[in-house]
């Protein structure tokens, strides 16, 4: 449906090789709004209109009603300003620990070694574990020791031995 248009920079934003403020189409969970903005009091996500006939989802209706008012959309990636991460549907507290760890291994770009790591937090790694197998190999060209930097680092926090 076009709900999620992206723009011609969409990659060089991403990467932040382009950096700044940019007017995009569609900015997704978080959102910074000028309270004092002509527009403010008219910006919801819920009721949607009667008149919106898309599917159920408040950021399409509220990124299409912020358009239909003439409110412009900005992603600024002039800094970097962490990770943010997405609360998905889980029925146990090991379907979450398994969500984040797939989540930490996606953003542990091979140019990232580490994510920061916040002073109030105590850090908490599962005990070494061979999941139940003799040995785990790892298998890596020598070419590519960026690639066995991420995949230790990846072992070492979710506790694979």
Do not use: C
């Not at 998905?88 to 291994?105: K, L």
């Not at 994510?115 to 060209?141: C, Q, R, T, W």
């Amino acid at each position: 449906g076009g709900y999620y248009k992206s723009v011609p920079e969409y990659k060089e934003i991403l990467r932040r090789s382009k950096l700044g403020a940019h007017q995009v189409p569609m900015v997704h969970s978080t959102l910074l709004i000028d309270l004092q903005g002509e527009h403010a009091d008219k910006l919801k996500y819920f009721p949607m209109d009667k008149s919106y006939t898309g599917p159920i989802d408040d950021i399409i209706h509220f990124g299409i009603q912020a358009k239909s008012l003439g409110v412009p959309m900005f992603v600024d990636n002039e800094y970097f300003y962490g990770y943010m991460l997405t609360r998905g549907e889980f029925n146990t507290v090991s379907e979450e620990v398994v969500a984040w760890q797939e989540y930490y291994a996606e953003v542990l770009l091979p140019e990232v070694e580490q994510l920061p790591k916040s002073a109030h937090l105590k850090e908490i790694k599962p005990a070494p574990s061979k999941l139940g197998f003799d040995e785990i190999y790892m298998v890596n060209l020598e070419r590519r020791p960026e690639r066995r930097n991420r995949m230790l680092a990846l072992f070492d926090q979710m506790g694979i031995d």
